[in-house]
């Protein structure tokens, strides 16, 4: 039986040259391998990206991580997620960032429903982030247009289009449309013809 790996093991081992173009977790010590995701999901990521990009300019502190960076939610066995998108608040220097997978706590944690995602698979996900102590998680689903937030020990708020997104306490003076998440340049809203960028 092949004992669990770490979470150092599991970096070094899934980016060996034969692994190289394929995406993988560590479910307690095991390694999984995820499904490539299609074009549609890769461009809600952008877009949800440049909504949470334009935020921390703004403020002028804090990061954001994307492209399925990993994300140590368990310890002992090891378990590694690598969430869609991940938002630190804090302020820390390029070089500082580690080039592993991380066990620094995100404020905020994304992820974009596809059509590979199963309900109690994403709702186990949900729980290990909380369980890590992420504060507030958000899952898109491109197809409906909404979105649901997260909070621990709270049922989930599910928002449509027309309604507002804030920060929830967690994100400060963070607002922004739901329809903005799935806003293309040079596009109007389907909420109200609104053209003008998100606000956030």
């Excluded at 479910?27 to 074009?39: D, K």
């Excluded at 334009?54 to 502190?61: A, S």
């Excluded at 002992?76 to 969430?83: A, C, L, Q, S």
């Excluded at 709270?154 to 920060?167: F, I, Q």
Aim: hydrophobic residues 35%.
């Amino acid at each position: 039986m092949t004992p669990p790996l770490t979470a150092d093991e599991f970096f070094e081992w899934a980016n060996r040259p034969e692994n190289a173009g394929r995406r993988f977790e560590l479910e307690s010590g095991e390694v999984i391998e995820m499904p490539p995701p299609g074009l549609f999901h890769g461009v809600v990521c952008w877009l949800v990206g440049v909504v949470l990009s334009q935020y921390l300019f703004r403020r002028g502190r804090g990061f954001l991580s994307t492209n399925d960076a990993g994300l140590i939610v368990q310890r002992g066995p090891d378990t590694v997620r690598g969430p869609d998108l991940m938002l630190f608040l804090e302020s820390q220097e390029l070089d500082q960032i580690t080039r592993k997978h991380t066990d620094q706590v995100p404020a905020l944690v994304v992820e974009v429903f596809s059509p590979t995602d199963k309900p109690g698979r994403l709702n186990r996900r949900v729980a290990q982030y909380h369980g890590r102590g992420v504060p507030l998680v958000w899952v898109v689903f491109p197809e409906e247009r909404t979105v649901n937030v997260y909070r621990p020990n709270e049922p989930p708020a599910v928002l449509d289009e027309a309604e507002e997104l804030t920060g929830d306490g967690v994100l400060p003076d963070f607002r922004c449309r739901v329809s903005d998440l799935f806003r293309l340049p040079g596009k109007s809203s389907q909420v109200d013809g609104d053209v003008s960028p998100p606000v956030a």
